[in-house]
């Protein structure tokens, strides 16, 4: 049986998903709350419960990673899946890099000179610097220390019903 758990973070909100072995060891060790469960059971020749489809952890859990590395999905995720131009909230598949100092201009591609950007922005931006094009970022692109941890990527169209009332906080990230 390849059942698998939902694990939510304290305040509801999905942060990754377990196999069910691993989701019955949380439980036996008192780490979680069971709020759902499937109808299949488990049974050992002690007892018998049912699978559980989502969980909330009972403490506290670090959603930050550190020591980041340079990549397109980080560096969307320092700036909160935001153009930094027009500050609208796109999933990643709408993003794109800009070079705040153009390419063309000796500008790098590193932290300090790269912003998500919609496609549009970059286009009318082009390789002019911002004085040129008087496109500001919205904030100055800077190297994080640590970044949010993105909650798992879980498919609305594919989740089972058990989920869906928990999964619907999820920004779809493309
Ligand atoms: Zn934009």
Request: aromatic share 8%; hydrophobic share 35%.
């Amino acid at each position: 049986m390849g059942k698998r758990t939902l694990v939510l973070t304290p305040w509801y909100f999905p942060h990754k998903v377990v196999s069910w072995q691993t989701a019955v060891t949380m439980m036996y060790l008192g780490k979680v709350d069971v709020l759902v469960s499937y109808s299949e059971e488990l049974r050992s020749p002690s007892t018998t419960i049912k699978t559980p489809a989502v969980l909330r952890l009972k403490k506290k859990v670090i959603t930050v990673k550190r020591g980041v590395r340079f990549s397109r999905l980080n560096v969307y995720t320092r700036d909160n899946f935001t153009c930094m131009y027009c500050a609208t909230r796109l999933p990643a598949s709408e993003l794109t890099f800009d070079h705040v100092l153009p390419r063309s201009r000796g500008g790098a591609t590193r932290w300090e000179n790269i912003v998500s950007a919609c496609h549009p922005c970059n286009r009318k931006k082009g390789n002019r610097t911002p004085e040129q094009a008087g496109m500001d970022p919205l904030r100055r692109p800077y190297r994080p220390q640590t970044l949010p941890m993105l909650p798992p990527r879980i498919d609305l169209e594919t989740v089972p019903d058990e989920w869906r009332a928990f999964c619907e906080a999820l920004p779809q990230t493309g």
